[in-house]
C-alpha cells in the first residue's frame, strides 16, 4: 500500500466517455481526481493497484461525460419562465420582457434568479454556463455560491436601465467587475453587448479595443431574426454580419449567437474569422426565429456550441433537450440522417462551448490535466435499456432526469441526485415570492 499514489478520488463507472479523442468510448474504467485536477484515466482493474483514493464512488449503471456547457443564456431570466409565452420575439421583448425587466430587475431579483437557475443547470448535468444579464455582480454570487464555473457576461446596451445609465456606464461597471474577480478559479469573462440593434459603432469600437487588449470574448445576438436584419438595413444600409466586419468585430474571440438567418458569403465569413456560434435551437423555434443552417456552418469547419437561452425564450435550462433538437433539426434541414451525428452533437455541449469561451485547455473534455468538472448519467433505468452505443442514448434517448452526480473542479455538486450547495426549499420561497409580483404586475 505504501507504493500507491494518495489521491482525492476514485469514480469507477461502465463507461467514461472523453470526447476528445472522439468517438471513444471506454468501459469499465475509472477518473482519478486531485486537487480539482484529473489525474489519470484508466481501468478499474489498474486503478484499484496505483491509487489510493480518500473516497471511491462505484457507479455501476452509468457513464460519465464532461460536464455540459451552456454557451448562451440569461439565467436571471428563470423568474420570467412562462410569462409571455407563444408571441413573436419583438413583440415579446418590447411589450412583456422589458417593461417587466424596467420594473423588477435588481441586483436581489439577479441572484434569486442566477440562483434557480444555477440549481436546474447543476440537476441537468451542466456544470459551466455563458451569461448576459444584468447586475452580474449578483451572477457571480450565484454562481459562487452553487460552487458552478461561469463565464460573466459584461453586458453592454444603449439604453438606461436600473443597472447603468449608457454604455460607457456598463463598460467601466463591467471592466471593475473583471478586475475584482478574473483571478477566481470558476470565473472567466465575456464582454456581451446585447445585439447590434441596441448597441453603437462607437460602443461596439471600445468593446473591441478592450477585448483585444484583455484577450477577452464578445458574446453577442447576431441574424436572430428576419427583422433584425430588415432593421439594420433600412438603419445602416448592411446586413448586421457586414456591419460587425466593417468593425472589425469578426475573429476567433466572437460569439455570434443564434445566426438563424445567414446567406453563403456569411457562413465563409464566419469561418475564415474564425468565429464560434452559440446554436439555441429550441428558443429559435419558440420564438419562431427559424432554422440555423448548422450543417452548413460545420461544413464550413465553424465551431459551433449550443446554449439553451433563457428560461423565458426556452423554458427548460435543459442541454439533453438542446442536444437532441440540435441533431434532429440538422437531419431534418439537411436531408442527411448522417449530417450531425450524436458524438458531434455532445461535443457541440462540451468541448466546442469550451474552444467558444477560450477554456478549451481546462474544461470541455475528460483529459488528463483538465479540471474535474464531470457529469455521470445513470443508465439503469427501463427506458434506457437496451443500451448498445451510449453516445446515441446520450443525445437521442436520456433526458436531464436522469443526471445522478454533478462535479466541478472535483468538488461534488449533485450527489444521487440531490443538491449539496443550494436549498431547494429556500429557492422555492424566493421563487414564489417574485412570482407573486409579476403575475399581480401582469393583471393590471
Not at 26 to 35: E, G, P, R, S, T
Not at 42 to 47: C, H, N, R, T, Y
Not at 240 to 257: D, F, K, M, S
Not at 320 to 327: G, K, N, P, Y
Request: glycine letters at 6%; one cysteine or more; proline letters at 5%.
Amino acid at each position: 500500500m505504501n507504493d500507491w499514489i494518495k489521491i482525492d478520488t476514485l469514480i469507477e463507472a461502465r463507461w467514461i466517455i472523453p470526447v476528445d479523442p472522439g468517438e471513444i468510448v471506454l468501459n469499465q474504467h475509472a477518473v482519478a481526481i486531485d486537487k480539482g485536477i484529473i489525474k489519470d484515466i484508466l481501468p478499474i482493474s489498474k486503478a484499484n493497484l496505483r491509487y489510493n483514493p480518500q473516497q471511491t464512488i462505484t457507479i455501476n449503471d452509468h457513464a460519465l461525460i464532461p460536464g455540459l456547457i451552456n454557451l448562451h443564456t440569461h439565467a436571471a431570466m428563470t423568474l420570467m419562465r412562462g410569462f409571455a409565452d407563444d408571441v413573436p420575439l419583438m413583440e415579446w421583448l418590447n411589450n412583456h420582457i422589458w417593461p417587466i425587466e424596467h420594473q423588477y430587475v435588481d441586483a436581489q431579483f439577479v441572484l434569486d434568479g442566477t440562483q434557480l437557475a444555477c440549481a436546474e443547470m447543476i440537476r441537468g448535468g451542466i456544470t459551466c454556463f455563458n451569461d448576459m444579464y444584468f447586475f452580474p455582480e449578483s451572477c457571480i454570487e450565484a454562481a459562487i455560491s452553487s460552487g458552478m464555473r461561469a463565464a460573466i457576461g459584461m453586458i453592454v446596451i444603449d439604453f438606461p436601465t436600473a443597472y447603468a445609465s449608457d454604455a460607457d456606464d456598463y463598460l467601466a461597471k463591467g471592466l471593475d467587475l473583471r478586475d475584482r474577480y478574473h483571478q477566481h478559479p470558476l470565473l472567466s469573462f465575456c464582454f456581451a453587448p446585447h445585439a447590434p440593434y441596441t448597441v453603437s459603432d462607437k460602443a461596439f469600437n471600445r468593446i473591441l479595443t478592450y477585448a483585444e487588449q484583455l484577450g477577452t470574448p464578445i458574446h453577442t445576438h447576431l441574424h436572430e431574426t428576419q427583422d433584425e436584419i430588415r432593421i439594420s438595413l433600412e438603419s445602416t444600409g448592411m446586413r448586421p454580419i457586414e456591419r460587425l466586419h466593417q468593425l472589425g468585430l469578426l475573429g476567433p474571440n466572437l460569439i455570434a449567437v443564434h445566426m438563424v438567418h445567414l446567406t453563403d458569403y456569411e457562413i465563409k465569413l464566419m469561418h475564415q474569422y474564425g468565429c464560434s456560434i452559440a446554436h439555441c435551437p429550441s428558443s429559435n423555434m419558440k420564438l419562431a426565429s427559424g432554422f440555423a443552417p448548422i450543417p452548413s456552418l460545420l461544413n464550413q469547419g465553424v465551431n459551433v456550441g449550443l446554449g439553451t437561452d433563457g428560461a423565458a425564450s426556452n423554458n427548460r435550462l435543459d442541454m439533453f433537450e438542446e442536444m437532441r433538437q440540435a441533431a434532429l433539426l440538422a437531419k431534418a434541414i439537411s436531408g442527411r440522417a448522417d449530417s450531425l451525428p450524436a458524438h458531434q452533437a455532445l461535443r457541440m455541449a462540451t468541448l466546442n462551448s469550451a474552444n467558444a469561451l477560450g477554456l478549451g485547455e481546462r474544461i470541455g473534455s475528460l483529459t488528463i490535466g483538465k479540471a474535474a468538472d464531470i457529469t455521470a448519467v445513470n443508465f439503469s433505468d427501463l427506458n434506457l435499456t437496451p443500451c448498445y452505443d451510449p453516445v446515441s442514448h446520450l443525445v437521442y434517448t436520456a433526458s436531464r432526469e436522469h443526471v445522478s452526480h454533478v462535479w466541478v473542479n472535483g468538488r461534488m455538486l449533485l450527489q444521487d441526485k440531490e443538491l449539496t450547495t443550494l436549498s431547494q426549499l429556500e429557492l422555492q420561497h424566493r421563487s414564489a415570492f417574485w412570482h407573486e409580483r409579476i403575475a399581480t404586475t401582469s393583471k393590471q
